[in-house]
């Protein structure tokens, strides 16, 4: 009794698993189909997902270089203005020393004055009027290096102050053109994504088309 | 004049000039990912059509190649194609070019058939090879340079159609006619040794009929010395011989199967030497007990040094001597009695013919007489003197009974001596009767007579069971019928003999029986019939026969008289006189 009831269930066992067998092979074409179908709409899917994150780049790029740009201008003007002060202070400290000179040439023509009034010469002629006339084309000659001094400090810092707002509007225009290239290249990345995507669903649809054709037994027939 | 003070110019230098600024300009690296994603498109584009397109010729191919092989399924090569081919010409196969799929299908398929008919035609000519090696009709060399121009030129024309089916053929018919090639070589060298080794079987044979004659002489004459020596020496000389040339067979087992067959032709010589010295001397046959002891000793004349030996070494073949002596004395005893037999046999059976011409003859007749003497000088044992004047006295009454139960004993084997006739004459036998069974007894076949003598008995009413002796009244009728019926049967026989008829003894019996039953038919045996069934088988309660008589008998159904009345209407209802 034992035995033909295993017996029994063995033979059932047997005729469900033939039958699951059976099913498999027949729906395992259809199967097949469908799963490339759905591949073939993943892959454009993920494909247009890589799009939307290429384009979000592009902006952020494009966002944060008009940041630094903004930024960057800012501190070189604040460059650029502290670099005028400077040179016009330097100019100054000239200009001193120009003053400081010529009070030297007062004090020593007076003295000169004075001795030769003392030693009973006279002061404004022979060799008084001579010593003062070289000390004063001296010490012109000393004020004149000076006033250049002052002119050249001014001179350069306004280049050096030019030169940095100039370089800050070029470091500008450059972060700006390559934030816009990089942002072109990652829309132009997302397009050939998707393209690539499509291309790929396509032949991912294609191949499970023609494997199917292959392995699928005619219904119909 | 006093030092007035004098400025010297050159306190103030020129300022340095510092270096410009120069304000860094950095350029933004640009990673071209479009350009990269670009690049990889295209390089997905490429592999997906390379993958695709190969899909698709794959699919091609495979078309080709089903339709290659299907062209070829469905042009079979014709029988002058195929010819072609094996003859190296496989242009007639129209096969096409080697690079088009289609065409190497048709190729790859073309190489099957022929692959397969030149593997079939080459197992058919292996086969014949391999019959002709086994009937020894060619040798290893021959079949070696068949099979190689066999093979070449079946390879050489499947390489023109492909060059793969033509090395798998190669390796294929190489392995077949390896097995070829070896069988050929081991039947070969079987040949060869098996010439060998008849050549070696005919020099031992005659080694062995030398040694055989040199045994028989008992000792051996060395022609170097003229010295007489023994047959060991001349043993050894032969046992050497006979291992080396043994040994150039290359075969330990014959080298061993010879050595003991030689021991064992050494030991049959000088048995059979010995024996027949004993059995060509009249004085050793004559005293058998003395032969047998100086066999024991070692005194048997020219043999006695190999008997000698043989005592030492080999007893067992003294055993053997023995026994063979004792068998041809005894078979000698045995002709000897055999002869004494057939000798007695022979002149039973003339004392038998003499005797029978003595009964037909009267007393006092000349010839009866001269027959007499005959028969009294046959040697002694052909007819027992003590029965020889009963014998002569044929017409002397003899008790049929005895004859009787004689000739049952005869057919059923239980009498098988003619002693035992000879035992009864005078004793109820007379002498015809003794001679008529003892011609019974020299009969060849007595079945048939057997048959006839039980059937008429049992007409007679005689019971006849095998194997019993049969109690009647010798002068009852039962006998007396029997009588009748022999002498009815006797007579149906020579009528048959004058008719030149062959009547069978049951034929016989059923003219008897026939003779029989029309007596039986008579009124008067059908009354006693009648009154046998109509009243006493009544009271006895069943069929009263001849075989229920003797229980009749001993029951106490019916006293003496009523036996005697049932006996008598038995009798008339059976014919009986």
Known sequence: MADSTYTDFVDIAKTGFDIFQSSVNTAAPYLGLAAAITAAGAQKTAAIYQQGLYEVQAIDTLRFAQLRTDQDQKYASIQAGRKLLSAERQALNYTIQGNTLLRGLEQANAAVRARAAANGIVYNEGSAAGVQAANVKSVYRDVGMSNLNALTARILGFEDAGAMILASKEQADLTMSAAEAQANQLRLAGDFNVKSGGLLAGASLSKGVLDFASTVKNPFA | MADLPLIQSGRVEAAGIPGAVLPTVNTPQVDYVGLKAGAQYQGTVAQTLDRLSAQLFGIAKTAATEAGLQYVADNPPTPEQLEAAKSGNVAPLKLGGTFSVYDQAVRKARSFELSGMFEMEARTQMTRMLTEVELGKTNTEQVQNKLSTMMDGFSKSLSQVDPEASLKFRATSATMGNTVLAKAAEFEMKREKANRLVKFDVDFDNNISLLEAAVSQGFWVDPRTQQKRSIEDLADVYRSTITTNSLLLGDVQVQKQYSDKFEVAL?????????????TDDAAMADTEATLKNIQSGNVGKMSDVVKNLLLFDYASIEKVSANFMVAVNARNSAVNTKREADKRVNEQTSIDLLEKIFVLPEGNAKRNQLIKELTALPAGAVPIGTLKDLLEPNKEGNPAVEFNLLNGIYNGTINNPHEIWSLVGKGLNGKQAISALKLLNSEDRRDQADLDRGLAKLAGIPTTPGSVTVLDPKGKEFAQLRILRADALQIQAQAAIDGKVLTPRMVLQQVEAKLEATRNTEGAKAAQRTLETVWEKKAGGKITRDSLPALEGSKKFNANEIKAIKRLLDQAEGNP
Request: glycine share 0%; aromatic share 0%.
């Open chain 2, 267 to 279: 030991k049959n010589a000088k048995i059979n030497a010995v024996t027949k010295h004993l059995l």
